[in-house]
């Protein structure tokens, strides 16, 4: 299984600032068909299911903000939002669809300083 | 746009067998192109893939859990579901359903979830 593992697991960012989420593959999830990075971010809120934000590692889901981007390669990547709103406050997750097993990391606690 | 509605019931006693479906809104299973799989969280805790069906069929299994775990499609109830035996107080957890345009693709639309609770 490919493990996913995210730093930190929680953070607090004040609102206007920089938020960066890290998450490390414990193999490439980068596929040579398509030169593609198989990686993806979701966004979850108390009582609510998981939202992609980002796949293939950098390309934004439709609807989601502009200040989110993501970046990497090979085993590391990052989730960064740029400029924290007060409606960013949620798990993080970042998730390989490598190969199955579909693999999750553990999560990153985003919270308001 | 899919829509994904999981139902099935809240309480099922250790031993027995989880039964769940989800709904399918906005689209056809039988149109071939998406895979449809459930992914679990049990409270307070991470993600966990259990698996994906494909319209004809083929199933994709977590290991973990494949010895206990059916998925299938029911196309003409545009619905799918999910079957996990001998459940442990282990397999209390919320349940999604969820769908992607390939299998090594993101997940683009989930369920709301249903909290299953093992327990007698």
């Known amino acids: 299984d490919i493990v996913m593992t995210q730093s930190p697991d929680s953070l607090a960012v004040s609102l206007g600032e920089r938020a960066t989420i890290n998450c490390k593959s414990s193999?490439?999830?980068?596929?040579?068909?398509?030169?593609?990075?198989?990686l993806a971010w979701y966004q979850q809120k108390p009582g609510q299911p998981p939202k992609l934000v980002i796949y293939w590692a950098s390309t934004r889901e439709s609807g989601v903000p502009d200040r989110f981007s993501g970046s990497g390669s090979g085993t590391d990547f990052t989730l960064t939002i740029s400029s924290l709103q007060a409606e960013d406050v949620a798990v993080y997750y970042c998730q390989q669809y490598y190969t199955t097993p579909l693999t999750f990391g553990q999560g990153t606690r985003l919270e308001i300083k | 746009q899919l829509q994904l509605q999981e139902s099935g019931p809240g309480l099922v006693k250790p031993s027995e067998t989880l039964s769940l479906t989800c709904t399918v809104s906005?689209?056809?299973?039988?149109?071939?192109?998406?895979?449809w799989g459930w992914i679990r969280q049990p409270p307070g805790k991470g993600l966990e893939w259990i698996g994906s069906v494909y319209h004809n069929g083929d199933t994709y299994y977590n290991p973990s859990l494949k010895s206990r775990v059916t998925t299938s499609v029911d196309t003409s109830k545009n619905q799918f579901s999910l079957k996990m035996t001998s459940v442990t107080a282990a397999d209390t957890a919320v349940y999604y359903c969820?769908?992607?345009?390939?299998?090594?693709?993101?997940?683009?639309?989930w369920g709301q979830g249903t909290l299953v609770t093992v327990s007698t």
């Open positions: 906005g689209g056809s299973i039988s149109s071939g192109s998406h895979y």
């Open positions: 969820s769908v992607s345009r390939e299998l090594y693709n993101p997940l683009h639309y």
């Open positions: 193999q490439t999830v980068l596929h040579n068909s398509n030169n593609e990075h198989f």
